[in-house]
Protein backbone atom coordinates (compact mmCIF):
# COMPACT_ATOMS: atom_id res chain seq x y z
CA UNK A 1 0.00 0.00 0.00
CA UNK A 2 1.01 3.36 -0.84
CA UNK A 3 0.20 7.05 1.32
CA UNK A 4 -2.30 9.15 -1.28
CA UNK A 5 0.78 11.10 -1.85
CA UNK A 6 2.74 8.11 -3.91
CA UNK A 7 -0.41 7.00 -5.43
CA UNK A 8 -1.39 7.40 -9.10
CA UNK A 9 -4.54 9.82 -9.86
CA UNK A 10 -5.22 8.19 -12.93
CA UNK A 11 -5.14 4.94 -11.43
CA UNK A 12 -7.33 5.54 -8.91
CA UNK A 13 -9.46 7.80 -11.27
CA UNK A 14 -9.92 4.80 -13.31
CA UNK A 15 -10.70 2.07 -10.28
CA UNK A 16 -13.41 4.72 -8.78
CA UNK A 17 -15.38 5.40 -12.37
CA UNK A 18 -15.53 2.09 -12.63
CA UNK A 19 -16.58 1.18 -9.25
CA UNK A 20 -19.09 4.08 -9.39
CA UNK A 21 -20.84 3.47 -12.82
CA UNK A 22 -20.86 -0.40 -12.79
CA UNK A 23 -20.37 -1.48 -9.23
CA UNK A 24 -18.58 -3.66 -7.06
CA UNK A 25 -18.25 -7.49 -8.28
CA UNK A 26 -17.02 -11.00 -6.53
CA UNK A 27 -17.09 -14.56 -7.38
CA UNK A 28 -19.79 -16.50 -6.43
CA UNK A 29 -18.89 -18.59 -3.20
CA UNK A 30 -16.10 -15.69 -1.99
CA UNK A 31 -12.66 -15.06 -2.63
CA UNK A 32 -11.69 -18.42 -1.77
CA UNK A 33 -13.60 -20.36 -4.59
CA UNK A 34 -10.44 -19.29 -7.13
CA UNK A 35 -7.87 -20.39 -4.45
CA UNK A 36 -10.38 -23.68 -5.01
CA UNK A 37 -10.52 -23.91 -8.33
CA UNK A 38 -6.83 -23.46 -9.29
CA UNK A 39 -6.32 -26.31 -6.79
CA UNK A 40 -8.33 -28.91 -7.89
CA UNK A 41 -6.84 -27.57 -11.64
CA UNK A 42 -3.42 -28.03 -10.33
CA UNK A 43 -4.30 -31.56 -9.04
CA UNK A 44 -6.16 -32.90 -11.75
CA UNK A 45 -3.33 -32.62 -14.17
CA UNK A 46 -1.17 -34.36 -11.98
CA UNK A 47 0.31 -31.75 -9.86
CA UNK A 48 0.69 -32.04 -5.93
CA UNK A 49 0.22 -28.57 -3.80
CA UNK A 50 2.14 -29.11 -0.33
CA UNK A 51 1.70 -26.57 2.45
CA UNK A 52 3.65 -25.33 5.08
CA UNK A 53 7.35 -25.28 2.97
CA UNK A 54 9.87 -23.54 2.76
CA UNK A 55 11.81 -22.65 -0.32
CA UNK A 56 15.54 -22.35 0.01
CA UNK A 57 16.72 -21.61 -3.33
CA UNK A 58 15.59 -21.39 -7.11
CA UNK A 59 17.74 -23.10 -9.08
CA UNK A 60 19.79 -21.39 -12.37
CA UNK A 61 22.39 -23.43 -14.95
CA UNK A 62 23.98 -21.86 -17.71
CA UNK A 63 21.64 -18.72 -17.64
CA UNK A 64 18.38 -20.89 -17.30
CA UNK A 65 16.01 -22.32 -14.03
CA UNK A 66 16.24 -25.60 -13.63
CA UNK A 67 14.14 -26.07 -10.38
CA UNK A 68 14.01 -25.44 -6.52
CA UNK A 69 14.95 -26.52 -3.78
CA UNK A 70 12.89 -26.51 -0.75
CA UNK A 71 11.62 -28.49 2.90
CA UNK A 72 8.99 -29.95 4.43
CA UNK A 73 8.29 -31.44 7.64
CA UNK A 74 6.60 -34.18 5.99
CA UNK A 75 8.88 -34.94 3.34
CA UNK A 76 12.22 -33.28 4.65
CA UNK A 77 14.97 -31.17 2.45
CA UNK A 78 13.89 -32.44 -1.66
CA UNK A 79 15.24 -30.74 -4.82
CA UNK A 80 12.85 -30.59 -7.37
CA UNK A 81 13.54 -30.19 -11.19
CA UNK A 82 11.42 -28.33 -13.01
CA UNK A 83 11.75 -25.95 -16.66
CA UNK A 84 9.87 -23.14 -15.07
CA UNK A 85 9.56 -21.48 -12.33
CA UNK A 86 6.41 -19.19 -10.96
CA UNK A 87 7.79 -17.41 -7.34
CA UNK A 88 5.13 -15.37 -6.01
CA UNK A 89 7.28 -13.69 -3.40
CA UNK A 90 8.24 -10.30 -3.30
CA UNK A 91 10.80 -9.40 -6.17
CA UNK A 92 13.79 -8.50 -4.27
CA UNK A 93 13.60 -11.43 -1.94
CA UNK A 94 13.46 -13.44 -5.24
CA UNK A 95 16.48 -12.14 -6.77
CA UNK A 96 18.29 -11.13 -3.71
CA UNK A 97 17.71 -14.23 -1.57
CA UNK A 98 16.45 -16.93 -3.55
CA UNK A 99 18.61 -17.14 -6.16
CA UNK A 100 22.56 -17.21 -6.43
CA UNK A 101 24.73 -14.11 -6.70
CA UNK A 102 25.40 -15.17 -9.96
CA UNK A 103 22.38 -16.40 -11.20
CA UNK A 104 22.07 -12.77 -12.33
CA UNK A 105 24.65 -9.70 -13.32
CA UNK A 106 26.15 -7.52 -10.56
CA UNK A 107 24.27 -4.61 -12.25
CA UNK A 108 20.46 -5.89 -11.98
CA UNK A 109 21.62 -7.38 -8.13
CA UNK A 110 22.48 -3.84 -7.62
CA UNK A 111 19.50 -2.04 -9.01
CA UNK A 112 17.13 -4.55 -7.38
CA UNK A 113 18.93 -3.43 -3.68
CA UNK A 114 18.34 0.14 -4.26
CA UNK A 115 14.04 -0.68 -5.20
CA UNK A 116 12.22 0.52 -2.40
CA UNK A 117 9.17 -1.94 -1.09
CA UNK A 118 6.10 -0.32 -0.26
CA UNK A 119 4.31 -1.45 3.30
CA UNK A 120 1.68 -4.20 3.33
CA UNK A 121 -1.45 -4.39 3.99
CA UNK A 122 -2.37 -7.23 6.76
CA UNK A 123 -5.66 -8.88 6.77
CA UNK A 124 -7.71 -11.12 8.93
CA UNK A 125 -10.24 -13.39 8.12
CA UNK A 126 -12.79 -14.84 11.36
CA UNK A 127 -16.00 -17.05 11.61
CA UNK A 128 -18.58 -15.69 13.41
CA UNK A 129 -22.07 -17.35 14.48
CA UNK A 130 -25.36 -15.44 13.77
CA UNK A 131 -25.30 -14.79 17.75
CA UNK A 132 -22.04 -12.47 17.35
CA UNK A 133 -23.21 -10.50 15.13
CA UNK A 134 -26.62 -9.45 16.80
CA UNK A 135 -29.79 -8.55 14.43
CA UNK A 136 -27.36 -7.88 12.14
CA UNK A 137 -27.79 -9.40 8.99
CA UNK A 138 -26.65 -7.47 5.88
CA UNK A 139 -23.49 -7.42 4.20
CA UNK A 140 -20.96 -4.26 4.08
CA UNK A 141 -17.49 -2.51 5.01
CA UNK A 142 -16.85 0.04 6.97
CA UNK A 143 -14.06 2.41 7.04
CA UNK A 144 -12.58 3.35 10.46
CA UNK A 145 -10.10 6.40 10.21
CA UNK A 146 -9.15 7.88 13.44
CA UNK A 147 -7.57 11.09 11.57
CA UNK A 148 -7.27 12.43 8.18
CA UNK A 149 -3.81 12.52 8.27
CA UNK A 150 -2.74 9.81 6.27
CA UNK A 151 0.67 10.41 5.21
CA UNK A 152 1.68 11.16 8.57
CA UNK A 153 0.27 6.94 9.40
CA UNK A 154 2.72 6.07 5.95
CA UNK A 155 5.54 7.84 7.91
CA UNK A 156 5.18 6.13 11.24
CA UNK A 157 5.25 2.84 9.78
CA UNK A 158 7.91 3.27 7.22
CA UNK A 159 9.93 4.43 9.99
CA UNK A 160 9.40 1.36 12.22
CA UNK A 161 6.67 2.88 14.50
CA UNK A 162 3.05 1.71 14.94
CA UNK A 163 1.38 4.88 14.37
CA UNK A 164 -0.96 6.66 17.69
CA UNK A 165 -3.88 7.11 15.14
CA UNK A 166 -4.59 4.33 12.71
CA UNK A 167 -7.29 2.98 10.02
CA UNK A 168 -9.12 0.21 10.17
CA UNK A 169 -11.73 -1.69 7.47
CA UNK A 170 -14.40 -4.34 8.72
CA UNK A 171 -15.84 -6.06 5.95
CA UNK A 172 -18.60 -8.46 6.17
CA UNK A 173 -19.45 -10.14 2.71
CA UNK A 174 -22.44 -10.95 0.79
CA UNK A 175 -23.65 -14.42 2.13
CA UNK A 176 -26.40 -15.11 -0.47
CA UNK A 177 -23.23 -17.20 -2.80
CA UNK A 178 -21.26 -18.10 0.49
CA UNK A 179 -20.38 -21.48 0.25
CA UNK A 180 -18.61 -23.67 3.43
CA UNK A 181 -17.02 -26.30 4.09
CA UNK A 182 -18.55 -28.96 6.39
CA UNK A 183 -16.02 -28.11 8.69
CA UNK A 184 -17.71 -24.37 9.44
CA UNK A 185 -20.30 -23.61 11.44
CA UNK A 186 -23.61 -24.13 9.99
CA UNK A 187 -24.85 -20.44 9.19
CA UNK A 188 -21.89 -18.80 10.33
CA UNK A 189 -21.04 -15.17 8.38
CA UNK A 190 -17.12 -14.13 7.16
CA UNK A 191 -15.55 -11.15 9.06
CA UNK A 192 -12.24 -9.57 7.06
CA UNK A 193 -10.27 -6.88 9.22
CA UNK A 194 -7.59 -5.01 7.14
CA UNK A 195 -5.36 -2.66 8.47
CA UNK A 196 -1.60 -2.02 7.68
CA UNK A 197 0.90 -3.29 10.15
CA UNK A 198 4.25 -2.38 11.06
CA UNK A 199 6.97 -2.45 8.00
CA UNK A 200 10.59 -4.24 7.75
CA UNK A 201 12.15 -4.20 4.05
CA UNK A 202 12.86 -7.71 3.29
CA UNK A 203 11.67 -9.43 6.71
CA UNK A 204 10.83 -12.76 6.81
CA UNK A 205 7.52 -13.57 5.13
CA UNK A 206 4.73 -14.60 6.84
CA UNK A 207 1.68 -16.99 5.42
CA UNK A 208 1.82 -20.08 3.46
CA UNK A 209 2.11 -18.50 0.08
CA UNK A 210 5.60 -16.99 1.00
CA UNK A 211 8.84 -18.17 0.25
CA UNK A 212 8.91 -18.88 4.28
CA UNK A 213 5.47 -20.22 4.49
CA UNK A 214 4.65 -22.09 7.16
CA UNK A 215 7.60 -20.74 9.13
CA UNK A 216 6.28 -19.87 13.16
CA UNK A 217 6.42 -16.25 13.58
CA UNK A 218 8.49 -14.99 16.52
CA UNK A 219 6.37 -13.15 19.32
CA UNK A 220 6.81 -9.64 18.82
CA UNK A 221 8.03 -10.08 15.35
CA UNK A 222 7.09 -8.00 12.82
CA UNK A 223 5.96 -9.83 9.03
CA UNK A 224 5.00 -8.71 5.95
CA UNK A 225 3.32 -10.51 3.07
Not at 137 to 148: E, F, H, K, R
Not at 172 to 201: N, W, Y
Request: hydrophobic share 40%; glycine share 12%.
Amino acid sequence: ALPPSRASSLMNAGLMAHYLDQGAFYPEGGGQITSDRLAESIERSGGKILLSSSVERILVERGRVTGVVFSNKHVGRVTVRAPVVVANSDIKHTLLDLLEPDAIGARARKRAAGWEMAPALAALYLGATPGALGSRTDSTNYWIYSSYEIEAQYADIRAGRFPDEHELRIGIPVAEHDVRPARHVPDERALGFVTRPQFRERGVLAGAGGAHGGRRCRPGGRYFA
